[in-house]
């Protein structure tokens, strides 16, 4: 080879050794140094994070009934980058969307505009919906619609139960009642698993390890008997309707245990709807209304009285003719006097003011509050439901000089209807504050307890012999003697008390011929199966039945009557005569 022809191949040799040195760089440059860079990008364009539905739980009622479930949906997804004809599409989801074809084009284009691979179509579609819509493009050779899983929450019984049960958000997270509370064990985990679709749409195999399995929500049993609530709310529709009052309120509570068994309040809501709902018709009443309790609460200071051995049952309590001067005001015994001289056990059972404002006088203002506060009033009782409020209930520093006469008969005083229930729940099982329980226990979808809530004793407030006495006189509150005749239920024992309190004005003072009215008792009463309460918060009746006794307690009677069949009580009662001071005042010699 001549020197010219060495040198030619030379240069040759030298082009092709550094156009290979560079694609080498290249090379390397590409598969190294930008190697994670470029299986992002792969995995953008063929990998998707696919989510993993984890349903909700359902809520039970203690026998089991659903009251809650959801209702398995689809989301309809879009994927523009596989969707070759929009319009071709938009024709074949329009009529099962039930959306026209042009709104469906204009997403699908919009998304593609926008270099966006999820582009939801619809929510909450039906499952038999979303199987119509597969078998379609599939007939149709159309690809480029994805399904999520998704639910809607179905409440099966409308209103009833509705402020206990609450309803969910968008979001699907409770926003009131035990959706809300117990959100955290009903909301379940969702999962996910990256997948791999070829240039067709198609999924291949799922990334081994690249996946995290869903866990359902768990279910919610409550305390609730649905037999028991459907009594309640039946005889509260018809009371309410009868009497029209701007609320109304009643509660069932099993004493031993402080377990809910029914409650319902009007106005209501359904939860299914819960956008129609409105002001007062989303309010739980019976845990976030204030009312003074008005001659209800003369229970708690009559117990509270004899717990101290200030006064037995028999001790005559001077009842001033009914005209009580103190601290410049005359207090006064309405509608049940006047009376002389009453038995302790008859300040109850005549309802009367004075009697139990002495009672009070002789504890003394800080000994009284004591009591008060041990009964949980001016603290929340703690059920699990959101919203509850503390009541009202100032220290004796801040009383005035007749505070001490007008808190003990339920004015100046303000309280829930679940504390009174509460309060009467704990003279019925012998002086045990009960935290009041509205969840009995989390289960999964296995049957598996997860979580039991057993019966908390707060505080022991009053002892046995203090409520085995004022039991008595509460079965004489509802004798022919007494001021709740109507609340007598046939063969059983009942014990309890009414309360006919003016409505307070928030602006001060009371309304004028406006009252809250109500009837709280116990069945049977030596060994109670139930506490209930039936309030009205401004009934429009005339003023000469404006009465616990008259509204509040026939509700009572009826909704126990039908109570104690449900619940296999046997009678108990032996029938009382006219003669029923003198049999009180022997039995507790």
């Not at 006047?338 to 006088?361: E, Q, T, Y």
């Not at 409520?467 to 022919?480: C, H, M, Y």
Request: proline residues 5%; positive net charge; charged residues 25%.
């Amino acid at each position: 080879m001549t020197g010219t022809g060495k040198k030619r191949a030379f240069h040759v040799c030298l082009v092709l050794v550094t156009l290979f040195t560079v694609y080498s760089a290249r090379l390397v440059y590409l598969q190294v140094t930008r190697h994670e860079y470029f299986v992002e990008r792969a995995a953008e364009t063929h990998i998707t994070k696919k989510s993993l539905y984890a349903p909700r739980g359902s809520i039970y009622d203690v026998n089991g009934e659903i009251l809650a479930v959801s209702e398995p949906l689809k989301s309809v997804i879009a994927d523009p980058s596989i969707i070759k004809d929009p319009q071709a599409m938009a024709e074949a989801l329009s009529d099962l969307l039930e959306m026209p074809a042009d709104e469906i084009r204009r997403k699908i284009e919009s998304g593609r505009e926008r270099n966006s691979k999820y582009v939801p179509l619809k929510h909450k579609v039906l499952e038999v919906t979303a199987s119509k819509i597969a078998q379609r493009l599939s007939e149709r050779r159309l690809r480029g619609i994805l399904f999520e899983q998704t639910s809607r929450r179905v409440y099966p019984n409308g209103t009833m139960l509705s402020h206990v049960l609450g309803f969910l958000n968008r979001e699907e997270n409770g926003v009131q009642g035990v959706e809300m509370t117990m959100n955290h064990y009903l909301r379940g985990q969702h999962g996910y698993r990256y997948t791999e679709r070829d240039r067709l749409g198609r999924e291949l195999v799922a990334y081994r390890g690249e996946e995290r399995p869903p866990r359902d929500g768990y279910n919610v049993r409550l305390t609730i008997d649905m037999a028991l609530q459907a009594i309640v709310e039946e005889e509260l529709d018809a009371a309410f309707r009868e009497y029209r009052p701007e609320m109304a309120t009643a509660i069932m509570m099993e004493p031993k245990t402080g377990r809910i068994l029914a409650i319902a309040n009007r106005p209501t809501f359904d939860p299914n709807f819960p956008g129609e709902g409105k002001g007062q018709e989303m309010k739980n009443a019976a845990i976030v209304n204030l009312v003074e309790p008005g001659s209800t609460f003369k229970i708690v200071t009559t117990v509270a009285a004899l717990n101290d051995k200030v006064v037995d049952l028999d001790t005559i309590i001077n009842c001033e003719n009914g005209r009580f001067h103190f601290a410049g005001k005359v207090l006064r015994d309405h509608g049940h006097g006047p009376f002389p001289n009453l038995s302790v056990a008859d300040v109850l059972i005549r309802s009367s003011n004075i009697g139990v404002a002495k009672l009070a006088m002789k504890m003394g203002e800080q000994r009284f509050y004591e009591y008060l506060r041990r009964f949980g009033f001016g603290e929340r009782t703690g059920i699990a439901l959101p919203g509850e409020i503390p009541g009202m209930l100032a220290p004796p520093h801040k009383w005035s000089k007749i505070s001490i006469s007008r808190i003990p008969m339920g004015q100046g005083v303000a309280t829930t209807p679940l504390q009174m229930v509460a309060a009467m729940a704990a003279i019925a099982n012998g002086g045990y504050l009960m935290l009041p329980q509205i969840v009995d226990s989390v289960i999964d979808n296995d049957g598996n307890t997860i979580v039991e809530y057993k019966p908390v004793v707060v505080r022991q407030v009053v002892d046995k012999e203090a409520t085995d006495k004022v039991k008595i006189a509460l079965r004489g509150v509802v004798s022919r003697r007494g001021t709740a005749r109507g609340a007598a239920v046939e063969g059983f024992s009942v014990g309890g008390k009414t309360g006919t309190a003016q409505k307070a004005n928030p602006n001060g003072g009371y309304y004028d011929h406006r009252y809250v009215t109500s009837f709280i008792g116990i069945m049977p009463v030596d060994d109670p199966a139930f506490v209930c309460m039936v309030l009205f918060d401004d009934a429009k009746v005339p003023e000469s039945r404006n009465y616990g006794g008259v509204l509040a307690a026939p509700v009572f009677a009826r909704i126990a009557q039908r109570a104690a069949r449900h619940l296999n009580l046997k009678p108990d009662l032996v029938p009382e005569s006219d003669n029923s001071a003198i049999q009180i005042t022997q039995a507790t010699r």
